[in-house]
């Protein structure tokens, strides 16, 4: 089983307008200036009509980081990104779906 | 007719289709030329252009119709709009999209795209539009209903506006631009929104650390062009008494020949200006990027400097040079402020040192006085014309030439491809800086490979009989890369002569524009004068020797200290 190691393992959380598209833009920016993306998690926020979606992120880029969070800042339809800590993270509580 | 689209409240409902929104909502944000390419799926915006006041100008390719908005953006400033069809159409459009994002151009391309119950269908002229234009555009959309199109447009501009402007895309769906919509309530046009806020006290500091710098540099880019602060900045500079550096961005922001100008740095840069980035205690980067052409080597580049950066994209700062102090905002805001009672100073130490570099290694214009060699050709030119006149290139060993020694005077004087190094460009730019300032000279120096890129817009420039010169320094080669290949890869040529060579002169003329090959005629000088004083567009052949070179040059990847050629 692979463990997470959290040392090097960084959590963004991401708040989206719910278009098509915002998707493309966040993957996008990450494929085209390679930052290591391990993990992706998407859903509506509830109680937003629809209209917004919570982006976790899971990043292999301790020392990029601050540069992801500008350059994820920029994309238009996010709306705020934060920082957090893996402990506890979505990705921490359903690491038992992607256990071979 | 009155046009109830100029009123914001409307009398009655207007009944208009999604093209003819489109137009009218172009119309509302100021738009008068456009530049582009019809085909099947922008039909419908064509036929609603059709009876209004905006001016389109059909580009031969639509490449040459990006670069000819492009061209229009980049003299003044302004959000500029170009066309395309669906598929092909989209895929020109790409080079001069992606070219208008790393030189942060205000450009709007809006595409045609195949219905939408077809999308997904590998449709005949289908293609991902929306996915080809994201990695290259500030933002993009495609519109999924009339409805959408109220908001996206105007928007579209604000973002391309704000900031550090940028192209964004619009891809529009066939069944989108004839759907009906009853418009009530006309959108605000979009414009910049305010600038990012930064603190006062920040540039107090900053002022107080530049104070007590012993042997500090301003570099200075096209963030300055873009801002409007050429004055504040000159007045800054003098003031402080600071000897400055230009990015290839940020040509002409400080005259020529200004006492405090070193010209451009980095791989192209005089001798001195790069000695004396080496000395320097403190670099101040204002509105810069620190792009790889201009720091070379980064663990090398100003090697005893403290950093400070001005810019107003947030992700610029710290991404490549890590400063003591930043300020993210409108560098001309930073510079009112910093200007405010601004105490002269004088720095006679440094500024004799530089001197003494300058002496030492001046940048060496190896035969400007003779026309049929490159900076000759440049004096030349520059010596008939006077500041009023647009200077665009294509990109190669002409472009660093004419970088390194046409007198740039003013902002927005310079239009040159930079961050992707376009060849191509020259021409069909050229053409949207005489469409865009009609009484201003457009001049574009090219290279014989890189005019072929673009060639057809000769045929544009005709049509609408504009006052744009191109100059075409022929050596028979795709010189930048001859000059690589006789530096780096130990002198074998490869793929680098033309054998078939062009006669540019009688190929202008096929389409219309006068051509003038200077090789052939008796009085050269005078010939050059004449074609560039009379109005119109005109093509003039220039011949030069391929075995020229650009120096002074710093080898790709190498620290700018380690310069090849253009010893005194
Ligand atoms: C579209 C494009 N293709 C290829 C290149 C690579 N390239 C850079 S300079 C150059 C040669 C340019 O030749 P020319 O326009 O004749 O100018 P010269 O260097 O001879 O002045 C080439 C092929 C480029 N910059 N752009």
Redesign the pocket.
């Known amino acids: 089983m692979e463990t997470l190691a959290p040392q090097a393992k960084s959590v963004l959380r991401l708040t989206v307008n719910n278009h098509p598209g915002v998707m493309s833009h966040v993957c996008g920016l990450f494929a085209r200036r390679s930052y290591n993306l391990e993990g992706i998690m998407v859903r509506p926020i509830a109680d937003t009509d629809g209209k917004k979606s919570r982006m976790w992120l899971l990043l292999n880029e301790e020392e990029k980081l601050q540069q992801v969070i500008s350059q994820t800042e920029k994309l238009v339809d996010v709306l705020s990104v934060e920082k957090h800590e893996l402990e506890d993270s979505v990705f921490e509580k359903t690491q038992g779906f992607f256990n071979s | 007719m009155t046009d109830s689209a100029n009123n914001p409240i409307p009398q009655a409902a207007q009944r208009l289709s999604g093209s003819q929104l489109i137009i009218k909502l172009l119309e509302r944000q100021g738009v008068t030329t456009i530049s582009g390419v019809p085909g099947g799926a922008n039909l419908p915006m064509y036929d609603a252009l059709v009876g209004s006041d905006i001016k389109h100008i059909l580009a031969r390719h639509e490449q040459g119709a990006g670069f000819i908005a492009q061209g229009m953006a980049r003299v003044t400033g302004e959000a500029q709009v170009c066309f395309a069809s669906s598929g092909p159409g989209a895929t020109n459009l790409i080079?001069a999209v992606a070219d208008a994002r790393l030189d942060s151009v205000p450009l709007i391309a809006i595409t045609g795209q195949v219905p939408q119950h077809m999308i997904g269908t590998d449709a005949f002229q289908e293609i991902d539009t929306f996915g080809l234009m994201l990695p290259i555009t500030k933002h993009n959309w495609i519109v999924r209903s009339v409805e959408e199109l109220l908001e996206v447009i105007p928007e579209a501009f604000r973002i391309a506006l704000s900031g550090r402007p940028g192209p964004v895309s619009i891809d529009v769906p066939k069944d989108v631009q004839n759907q009906m919509i009853d418009v009530t309530e006309w959108p605000e046009p979009g414009k910049a929104i305010e600038t990012p806020e930064f603190d006062a006290a920040d540039v107090t500091k900053m002022m107080e650390r530049i104070r007590a710098a012993h042997r500090p540099v301003l570099m200075i880019g096209g963030g300055i062009v873009y801002s409007g602060a050429t004055e504040l900045l000159r007045e800054f500079a003098e003031k402080l008494d600071i000897p400055t550096v230009q990015t290839f961005m940020g040509l002409g922001v400080l005259p020529h020949e200004h006492p405090l100008s070193m010209g451009m740095l980095g791989m192209h840069g005089a001798r001195y200006t790069n000695y004396v980035l080496e000395e320097c205690d403190m670099l101040i980067g204002l509105g810069v990027r620190f792009d790889d052409r201009a720091t070379g080597k980064v663990e090398a580049f100003c090697p005893k400097a403290e950093i400070i950066h001005v810019e107003i994209d947030h992700s610029e700062i710290g991404k490549v040079k890590n400063p003591v102090l930043s300020i993210r905002g409108d560098v001309g805001e930073v510079l009112e402020i910093a200007n405010r009672d601004l105490e002269p100073m004088q720095r006679p130490l440094w500024q004799q040192r530089v001197a003494q570099l300058k002496e030492a290694s001046p940048l060496i214009l190896d035969g400007d006085d003779e026309l049929f060699r490159?900076y000759g050709a440049i004096k030349h030119v520059a010596n008939i014309l006077d500041d009023s006149a647009n200077i665009s290139t294509?990109?190669?060993?002409?472009?660093?030439?004419v970088a390194q020694a046409y007198p740039m005077n003013r902002p927005r004087q310079w239009v040159s491809?930079g961050g992707?190094?376009?060849?191509?460009f020259g021409m069909p730019a050229a053409i949207g800086a005489a469409l865009a300032q009609p009484d201003r000279k457009s001049v574009c120096f090219?290279?014989?490979?890189?005019?072929?890129?673009n060639i057809q817009e000769l045929a544009t420039a005709a049509e609408e009989n504009l006052d744009v010169k191109i100059i075409?320094?022929?050596?028979?080669?795709?010189?930048?890369?001859?000059?690589q290949q006789t530096l780096f890869y130990d002198k074998n040529l490869s793929s680098?002569k033309?054998n078939q060579g062009t006669d540019f002169a009688a190929c202008a003329e096929s389409m219309g524009v006068k051509g003038v090959d200077l090789a052939k005629e008796e009085n050269p000088l005078e010939a050059l004068k004449t074609a560039l004083l009379e109005h119109g567009p005109c093509m003039i052949n220039l011949p030069i020797s391929?075995t020229e070179m650009?120096y002074p040059m710093v080898a790709p990847g190498g620290a700018n200290r380690d310069m090849i050629g253009g010893e005194a």
């Open positions: 080079t490159p294509d990109v190669g060993q002409h472009q660093m030439w491809s992707l190094g376009t060849m191509g090219s290279g014989d490979g890189s005019i072929m890129m075409v320094l022929n050596n028979g080669h795709l010189g930048l890369v001859r000059q680098v033309f391929e650009v």
